[in-house]
């Protein structure tokens, strides 16, 4: 962790700290001197640059290690205050000395190379096995409704005459049904792709936030025949400048979502209010809210709850994490008082004047 | 009376099928044309009542087939596009696409659009009153009335009201409401637009959080509908 941190300094301050450091002890072993003998300090030395090569790239560890040798040589091996080397065993002393700290350098940095491709491989493992459950939940999802239209229209083509009536428009209305299903799926996934790719770029215009509730609503009736959706905007509310698109989706997969998660009866809640200079949107369920140790997680692309039943390819919640993430705003979940969940939208938008025009 | 023909323009076989059995079994003539250059010469050499124009076409940008029929052609062309493309749509409409429908399209939508445009280039308004439902507007007077009741509207209530009415069932660009009603100058009136429908539908609507005649067409415009 702590070594991940020090890479990512700039190449400047790696080499000024690598001097800094050398110069540092150095001075110390030089204060030291009467103490240590210039061996000894060859050894505190290489141990300097051993420690600052686990920290820093290879280059600034080179020059630090050259410049340990040089100040080696200049202020500690007799005669000092010059590079003349006297006797052999000096000279090869300092040869060593060159050679041991550019291999310490050089090693450090092969082992962090390798530390590196280890961790992305590790990470390509973890991704390989989240694509896999894509696969698994997508490919539910996607070849059920496939499967009944299929189904359907085989049983309408072979058996016109024997198939009841009654059957008949059972058999059309499920394949109306998948179809619909599908178009959801694919309309989830294609979206994911643009958040994915950056295209998604928000065309912030005038909002009726009030108009975007009652549309939802009425987008989602064919799934709300058990549920009870209630509106609740702030009394003349301002309009907003957002993406209405973006939002009236975000809006749609969270209420979609408590639909699907809350038990028969229950109520949704979608409320809007200005405060600051933010819209703030919640949709709140009666149903049994989040695990505690997975509300973290709800957002990440694909992440189903370990005990959710099938259905649902993961991706509503975090399509609406990317769709408020590109109005730079922020997506919050909690669990309510009473047992339910609470998204809370925040938006930083500008807000008309007012949102009502007495006079003309 | 004689059928009115239709040509569709659009690539995909299926939706050719598709749209080829939906509009004969409505008593419509249907032409197909699988490519742009196929879907120019066809309109050419016999000129259809109506177009139906796919935005995705093989050999050449829907919008530039769109240009090209405009120069010479003027009934209505209605754009097929994608979900998600408003930026397309709107270029379309200000290019004089008469309306768009985007894929995937109910059939019931579908029929209404052309029947919108059948209708009126058929029998042009001549009548004073008109009603929708419990509201009927008087074009002489100047009275709109819902439920015999006389509303009050200001003066740009009333324009938009007749703007839209005038053009129902076809969908209007925020920017061409704005051009018709604020004029060109005004063209960034866009806040106001929004406060003077809601207003408008608080006014004609019997539930405007549940509008029946003024539908809002996301990122793109408004359209007058007659409930049904």
């Known amino acids: 962790m702590e070594k991940a941190l020090l ?180 309309e989830n996934l294609l979206n994911m792709s643009r958040l994915e790719s950056g295209v998604v770029k928000p065309i912030r215009d005038w909002c009726d936030i009030n108009e975007l509730a009652y549309d939802v609503k009425h987008k989602l009736k064919e799934y709300s025949a058990n549920h009870n959706i209630k509106i609740n905007v702030q009394e003349n509310l301002p309009l907003f400048k957002i993406d209405a698109g973006l939002i009236t989706q975000s809006i749609y997969n969270l209420v979609y979502n408590a639909l699907i998660y809350t038990p028969a009866n229950g109520t949704i809640t979608i409320t809007a209010f200005k405060q600051d200079k933010n819209l703030v949107i919640t949709v709140e369920d009666t149903g049994n809210g989040f695990p505690e140790n997975e509300k973290e997680n709800v957002f990440e692309k694909f992440y189903r709850l370990k005990n959710s039943r099938t259905g649902g390819t993961g991706l509503g919640l975090s399509i609406v994490k990317g769709f408020v993430g590109a109005h730079y705003g922020t997506i919050l979940l909690e669990n309510v008082k009473t047992g339910g969940a609470k998204f809370t939208i925040i938006i930083p938008a500008e807000a008309s004047a007012t949102n009502s025009l007495k006079n003309e | 009376m004689s059928k009115q023909e239709i040509l569709v323009i659009d690539d995909e076989a299926q939706i050719r099928k598709l749209l080829e059995i939906t509009l004969r079994n409505n008593d419509y003539k249907v032409v197909e044309a699988a490519t742009a250059t196929e879907g120019l010469l066809l309109a050419a050499s016999h000129p259809p009542d109506l177009i139906l124009l796919d935005i995705g076409l093989p050999d050449e940008n829907g919008l530039e ?126 806040q106001s637009l929004r406060v003077f429908i809601a207003q408008l539908r608080k006014k004609i609507e019997n539930d405007a959080n549940n509008p029946e005649l003024i539908i809002t067409e996301s990122r793109v415009g408004y359209r007058f509908v007659s409930p049904t």
Request: proline share 3%; glycine share 2%.
């Open chain 1, 7 to 186: 890479n990512k300094l700039p190449k400047a301050k790696q080499y000024l700290y690598g001097i800094f450091s050398v110069i540092i002890v150095a001075a110390i072993c030089y204060f030291l001197s009467a103490y240590l003998g210039y061996k000894i300090v060859a050894l505190v030395l290489l141990f300097t640059v051993s420690v600052l090569a686990m920290f820093l790239d290879i280059f600034p560890v080179l020059v630090v290690a050259l410049l340990s040798a040089l100040i080696w040589d200049f202020f500690f091996i007799p005669p000092t205050f010059n590079l003349l080397i006297s006797n052999t065993e000096d000279g090869l002393m300092f040869l060593m000395y060159f050679i041991i700290a550019m291999v310490n350098a050089a090693l450090n940095y092969k082992t962090r190379q390798w530390e590196k491709i280890a961790r992305k491989r590790e990470e390509k493992r973890n991704t390989l096995s989240l694509y896999n459950t894509l696969l698994n939940s997508l490919s539910h999802e996607l070849r059920t409704p496939i499967s009944t239209i299929i189904g359907a229209t085989d049983n309408l083509k072979a058996d016109k005459a024997k198939l009841q009536e009654e059957d008949k428009d059972v058999l059309v209305s499920e394949i109306s049904k998948a179809a619909l299903r599908l178009n959801g799926h694919v």
């Open chain 2, 65 to 190: 087939v769109l240009k090209k029929l405009r120069q010479w052609y003027n009934k209505p062309i209605i754009i097929l596009s994608v979900q998600n493309d408003e930026e397309n749509i709107i270029k379309a409409l200000d290019s004089d696409a008469s309306d768009y429908l985007t894929k995937p399209f109910r059939t019931g939508e579908l029929l209404a659009r052309i029947r919108a445009f059948i209708r009126n280039s058929d029998t042009p308004q001549e009548t004073s009153t008109i009603t929708f439902g419990n509201l009927c507007i008087d074009f002489k007077t100047r009275l709109v009335k819902k439920d015999k009741e006389t509303l009050k509207l200001t003066a740009t209530e009333y324009a938009l009201l007749c703007l839209l009415i005038k053009n129902e069932g076809r969908v209007l660009t925020h920017q061409y409401i704005l051009n018709q009603v604020w004029g060109p100058a005004q063209a960034d009136q866009s």
